[in-house]
C-alpha cells in the first residue's frame, strides 16, 4: 500500500530580478522590449522623459572641457592666482556634470541581469511610472522549478523525497526542496500564503523544450508498506476517535477495535485487530 501525492505542477524561474526606476519616476518616453524577449545585462529597458537634460548634458560637458583648456593655460602662464582659480572652477563644473550625468543615466532603467523578460507593465510612451514601481521583472532561463499546491497531504511532504515528473509522456527524476514546514520567513503577504501552500521541486535534468509557464504531472509516495494487512477504505468505522470494523464471525456480526497505519483513498492499512482471512463488512 502507498500513501502519495500526484497532480498537475507548473515551471517557474528560480531567479527573478524586479525592475524599477529607484531615483525618480516620470513620463516613459520610450519601451524598448517586450514580455517573452531575452535580454542582457546592462541592455536598456526604458527610457523617462526629463525635459531639455540631453542639451544640459552637453553643455555641462563643454564647459568642462573649456576649463580644461583655460586650465593648461594658466599653468603654462604659471599665474598661480590664475592656476587656483582655474582649478575650483573646473571642479565646480565637473560636480555639475557629474549631477547632469547620474540624471541623465537616471531616465534609463537598465537590465540588472541576462535573461527573460517574464513580466512588463502596461505602459507605453506617454504613461506615468512612479519611484520604486515595478515595471520590468526579468528571470534566468537556465533556473526553473516546478511548484505544486491544492492537496491535503502537501503538508506530509518532506524536503528531499524523491518525485517523478512525466513532461511529455518522459519520465524524470525530481527532489522536493521546500516544504510549508521549511519555507523561509518572508514579510510579504501574498508570498507567504504561496509557501504556507506549495511545495517546491527541483528536477536533475531539465529537457531544453522546457519554458516558463510549462506544466508537467507529478507522483510523490509519501508513505510505502509491503506485504501488510489491507483493507477496503469502507470497512473501517470511526466514532469519537474509535477505529474499528465489523466482521463476519459464522451467521453474526462483531465489532474489532483496530489500530490503522498507511491510509489511501481506497485501501487502509491495518497494524493491530485483524487477521488475514478474515470477513470484514463494507459499510
Known amino acids: 500500500?502507498?500513501?502519495?501525492?500526484?497532480?498537475?505542477?507548473?515551471?517557474?524561474?528560480?531567479?527573478?530580478?524586479?525592475q524599477q526606476f529607484r531615483e525618480t519616476g516620470g513620463r516613459v518616453e520610450e519601451v524598448f522590449v517586450a514580455a517573452g524577449d531575452f535580454v542582457n545585462e546592462g541592455d536598456p529597458l526604458i527610457r523617462l522623459t526629463l525635459g531639455n537634460i540631453d542639451i544640459t548634458l552637453k553643455e555641462r560637458?563643454?564647459?568642462?572641457?573649456?576649463?580644461?583648456?583655460?586650465?593648461?593655460?594658466?599653468?603654462?602662464?604659471?599665474?598661480?592666482?590664475?592656476?587656483?582659480?582655474?582649478?575650483?572652477?573646473?571642479?565646480?563644473?565637473?560636480?555639475?556634470?557629474?549631477?547632469t550625468q547620474s540624471a541623465y543615466d537616471s531616465r534609463h532603467l537598465y537590465a540588472s541581469m541576462s535573461g527573460q523578460v517574464v513580466y512588463l507593465a502596461d505602459i507605453k510612451p506617454g504613461d506615468t511610472v512612479s519611484e520604486w514601481?515595478?515595471?520590468?521583472?526579468?528571470?534566468?532561463?537556465?533556473?526553473?522549478?516546478?511548484?505544486?499546491s491544492g492537496s491535503r497531504n502537501v503538508h506530509q511532504v518532506e524536503v528531499g523525497m524523491d518525485v517523478d515528473v512525466t513532461i511529455g509522456g518522459q519520465t524524470?527524476?525530481?527532489?522536493?526542496?521546500?516544504?510549508?514546514?521549511?519555507?523561509?520567513r518572508v514579510t510579504d503577504e501574498n508570498l507567504r500564503r504561496q509557501y504556507d501552500e506549495r511545495i517546491y521541486i527541483e528536477l536533475e535534468e531539465i529537457p531544453e523544450s522546457v519554458k516558463f509557464g510549462d506544466y508537467a504531472d507529478i507522483y510523490i509516495v509519501l508513505k510505502e508498506r509491503k506485504d501488510t494487512l489491507v483493507i477496503p477504505s469502507r470497512a473501517l468505522r470511526t466514532y469519537m476517535g474509535r477505529e474499528y470494523v465489523q466482521i463476519l464471525d459464522g451467521e453474526s456480526r462483531s465489532e474489532m477495535d483496530v489500530e490503522t497505519g498507511v491510509k489511501t483513498a481506497t485501501e487502509v492499512e491495518i497494524l493491530k485487530g485483524l487477521e488475514e482471512g478474515q470477513v470484514v463488512i463494507l459499510q
Not at 524524470?172 to 523561509?184: D, E, F, I, R
Open 1 to 18: 500500500i502507498k500513501q502519495s501525492v500526484g497532480g498537475i505542477v507548473v515551471f517557474e524561474p528560480v531567479r527573478i530580478e524586479y
Open 61 to 99: 560637458q563643454l564647459a568642462v572641457e573649456k576649463l580644461n583648456i583655460e586650465l593648461q593655460n594658466a599653468i603654462r602662464s604659471r599665474d598661480e592666482d590664475e592656476i587656483r582659480i582655474k582649478q575650483l572652477e573646473l571642479d565646480i563644473a565637473k560636480l555639475k556634470l557629474a549631477e
Open 133 to 148: 514601481q515595478t515595471v520590468v521583472n526579468i528571470a534566468d532561463p537556465s533556473a526553473m522549478r516546478l511548484f505544486y
Open 172 to 184: 524524470y527524476l525530481g527532489n522536493v526542496v521546500q516544504t510549508p514546514s521549511t519555507a523561509p
